[in-house]
């Protein structure tokens, strides 16, 4: 049996990772996608599932949210791949099986079954004055237990429908027919919806200005069609009421203590618990000593800032800072400095992340930051070229983070900075490099480890893209770039030294 998704979706990045990955998880074999037009990053989310095979992406450029039209497309393409079964699903709908996995439930339904109806209820929204900055799926546990929609009706039920060349779905994804007549679908428990439908208060206003004046451009369909939008908008956007609405949607405390005693509200952690679980792909390790706290917080920021979602590993060498305990990563503390310029840190953070399941390692010390796209550049080409370990290169910074320029240094064959590496699962065999390496090593740590990289045979791959930003804190590199030396870095380390004594161990020059 093959189990085919669909999804109509514009700017839903801050859900929409969740919502692929959590149903690819329960069995869907395929995903097909239409993208209107996102300008929020979902675009680039899109991406990325296509170019791991699991996702077909269609792009709509018109706003004119013709949903029948366009989901009627991607069902019918469905059915052309091979489905026997398609959802049609939004980018806030979680399709929850009550047993098994969504594929396994729908395998034992009887075979004159052409559809089901699936029944839904909504999560209410966070505070809207509120600075949580976690994932939806942390903030919002409170379920109601039956959900009306804002014209006071009971929520309609969605449908899965068996594949059919000549399937037609009508807008809202709720009814589909085949030639003209519409399929008979049956209720059934076996699966639900668990609805994710407002998520912030920006998230809101823009879904209603969006989706309103879409269909206001929308000649074919009829004017009751998004009704729910578009007395939204007349009503309270257009009228600066928006806030106020926002707010009546989700009760005080004291209301909502009691309608959880009546069983009204349910305390529902189920999106908590898989989607908690779930990982980004790429970790970034970040050994860190005694570096001002504001220069962490700005290479957090921007691990955090990546387009490509990335699970960001502090290591305390030593000296842990507390606050950190309160930021967005994972703080592991050792309890004394290896002094050897992160090696083992990095290597622990290293293991650490690929512990929890991830597929690949990179790096960023505490004084650096990356560009918003660094990680998914790097990404891509890894998926690109099937590659083992990919690099850049880098963009030299002064110490008060201004930018000097591209480094004149970096040779895919000679040097890669340590902070522009990226380590996919079948390289991993070879970060024990970071402690085993002989005690002179460290210093040229990033060249050490690109020889093992290059010895090994994994392929690898190099992009010219400057978007690591190294913030430069040694004489030599003012030098190179021509620069005056300013107060405060600290005089070029003696790198040959370590060269000449890795030479004298027999092995091949590195220079």
Same mark, same amino acid.
């Given at each position: 049996m093959m189990l085919v998704l669909t999804l109509l979706c514009r700017d839903e990045a801050d859900i929409l990772e969740s919502m692929l990955s959590f149903h690819l998880a329960q069995g869907v074999d395929r995903i097909i996608a239409t993208d209107n037009g996102s300008v929020d990053g979902s675009l680039e989310i899109l991406q990325l599932f296509e170019r791991r095979g699991q996702l077909t992406l269609l792009q709509e450029a018109e706003q004119t949210h013709d949903q029948a039209v366009w989901?009627?497309?991607? $069902?019918?393409?469905?059915?052309?791949?091979? $489905?026997?079964?398609?959802?049609?699903?939004?980018?806030?709908? +979680?399709?929850? &099986? #009550?047993? !098994?996995?969504? *594929?396994?439930?729908?395998? #034992?339904?009887?075979?004159?079954?052409?559809? /089901?109806?699936?029944?839904?209820?909504?999560?209410?929204? %966070? =505070?809207? *004055?509120?600075?949580?900055?976690?994932?939806?799926? #942390?903030?919002?546990?409170?379920?109601?237990?039956?959900?009306?929609?804002?014209?006071?009706?009971a929520l =309609? %039920? *969605?449908?899965?429908?068996?594949?059919?060349?000549?399937?037609?779905?009508?807008?809202?994804?709720?009814?589909?027919?085949?030639?003209?007549?519409?399929?008979a679908a049956v209720k059934d428990a076996s699966i639900e919806i668990l609805h994710v439908p407002i998520r912030s208060y920006t998230q809101l206003e823009l879904k209603i200005r969006q989706g309103t004046e879409a269909l206001q451009r929308n000649k074919r369909v009829d004017p009751g069609v998004g009704d729910s939008w578009r007395k939204i908008y007349a009503n309270h956007l257009s009228q600066g009421s928006l806030p106020s609405y926002y707010d009546s949607l989700r009760p005080n405390p004291a209301a909502i203590a009691a309608q959880v005693v009546r069983g009204e509200l349910i305390d529902d952690r189920r999106l908590q618990k898989a989607l908690g679980n779930s990982l980004p792909r790429v970790a970034v390790i970040t050994p860190y000593y005694k570096e001002p706290l504001a220069q962490l917080r700005q290479c957090h920021d921007s691990v955090l800032a990546q387009s490509e979602p990335c699970l960001h590993v502090l290591v305390a060498?030593?000296?842990?800072?507390?606050? /950190?305990?309160?930021?967005?990563?994972?703080?592991?503390?050792? %309890?004394?400095?290896?002094?050897?310029?992160g090696s083992t840190p990095r290597l622990i953070g290293s293991y650490h992340a690929i512990g929890l399941g991830v597929d690949a390692v990179a790096f960023l010390d505490a004084d650096n930051w990356y560009g918003p796209d660094h990680i998914s550049s790097l990404l891509?080409?890894?998926?690109?070229?099937?590659?083992? +370990?990919?690099?850049?290169?880098?963009t030299l910074c002064r110490l008060d983070g201004s930018v000097m320029g591209p480094c004149p240094l970096t040779n895919p064959d000679r040097f890669i900075d340590t902070n522009a590496m990226l380590v996919g699962r079948n390289a991993f065999p070879l970060l024990h490099h970071w402690v085993l390496m002989p005690p002179y090593g460290h210093?040229? !740590?990033?060249?050490?480890?690109?020889?093992?990289?290059?010895?090994? !045979?994994?392929?690898?791959?190099?992009?010219?893209?400057?978007?690591? +930003?190294?913030?430069?804190?040694?004489?030599?590199?003012?030098? #190179?770039?021509?620069?005056? /030396? %300013?107060?405060?870095?600290?005089?070029? &380390?003696?790198?040959?030294?370590? +060269?000449?004594?890795?030479?004298?161990?027999?092995?091949?020059?590195?220079?």
């Amino acid at each position: 049996m093959m189990l085919v998704l669909t999804l109509l979706c514009r700017d839903e990045a801050d859900i929409l990772e969740s919502m692929l990955s959590f149903h690819l998880a329960q069995g869907v074999d395929r995903i097909i996608a239409t993208d209107n037009g996102s300008v929020d990053g979902s675009l680039e989310i899109l991406q990325l599932f296509e170019r791991r095979g699991q996702l077909t992406l269609l792009q709509e450029a018109e706003q004119t949210h013709d949903q029948a039209v366009w989901v009627t497309r991607m $069902a019918r393409m469905a059915t052309a791949m091979g $489905a026997d079964w398609v959802i049609n699903s939004d980018a806030d709908e +979680f399709w929850w &099986p #009550q047993q !098994g996995n969504l *594929k396994s439930s729908l395998t #034992q339904l009887s075979e004159s079954v052409e559809g /089901i109806l699936v029944e839904r209820t909504n999560f209410l929204p %966070p =505070p809207r *004055k509120s600075n949580d900055q976690r994932p939806f799926y #942390q903030r919002q546990t409170l379920r109601e237990r039956v959900s009306r929609n804002s014209l006071g009706a009971a929520l =309609p %039920p *969605k449908l899965i429908h068996r594949a059919h060349p000549g399937v037609e779905i009508t807008d809202g994804n709720h009814g589909a027919s085949v030639d003209g007549k519409p399929i008979a679908a049956v209720k059934d428990a076996s699966i639900e919806i668990l609805h994710v439908p407002i998520r912030s208060y920006t998230q809101l206003e823009l879904k209603i200005r969006q989706g309103t004046e879409a269909l206001q451009r929308n000649k074919r369909v009829d004017p009751g069609v998004g009704d729910s939008w578009r007395k939204i908008y007349a009503n309270h956007l257009s009228q600066g009421s928006l806030p106020s609405y926002y707010d009546s949607l989700r009760p005080n405390p004291a209301a909502i203590a009691a309608q959880v005693v009546r069983g009204e509200l349910i305390d529902d952690r189920r999106l908590q618990k898989a989607l908690g679980n779930s990982l980004p792909r790429v970790a970034v390790i970040t050994p860190y000593y005694k570096e001002p706290l504001a220069q962490l917080r700005q290479c957090h920021d921007s691990v955090l800032a990546q387009s490509e979602p990335c699970l960001h590993v502090l290591v305390a060498d030593g000296h842990p800072r507390r606050r /950190i305990n309160h930021w967005r990563a994972e703080h592991v503390r050792l %309890p004394r400095s290896h002094g050897d310029i992160g090696s083992t840190p990095r290597l622990i953070g290293s293991y650490h992340a690929i512990g929890l399941g991830v597929d690949a390692v990179a790096f960023l010390d505490a004084d650096n930051w990356y560009g918003p796209d660094h990680i998914s550049s790097l990404l891509k080409a890894m998926d690109e070229h099937r590659a083992d +370990f990919i690099s850049s290169s880098r963009t030299l910074c002064r110490l008060d983070g201004s930018v000097m320029g591209p480094c004149p240094l970096t040779n895919p064959d000679r040097f890669i900075d340590t902070n522009a590496m990226l380590v996919g699962r079948n390289a991993f065999p070879l970060l024990h490099h970071w402690v085993l390496m002989p005690p002179y090593g460290h210093l040229i !740590g990033d060249r050490v480890m690109l020889h093992h990289v290059r010895q090994s !045979g994994l392929r690898h791959h190099h992009l010219d893209l400057p978007s690591v +930003f190294y913030r430069c804190a040694k004489a030599g590199l003012y030098r #190179q770039m021509g620069e005056a /030396i %300013p107060e405060g870095v600290q005089p070029r &380390p003696d790198y040959e030294a370590s +060269f000449r004594q890795w030479e004298a161990d027999g092995q091949p020059p590195l220079r």
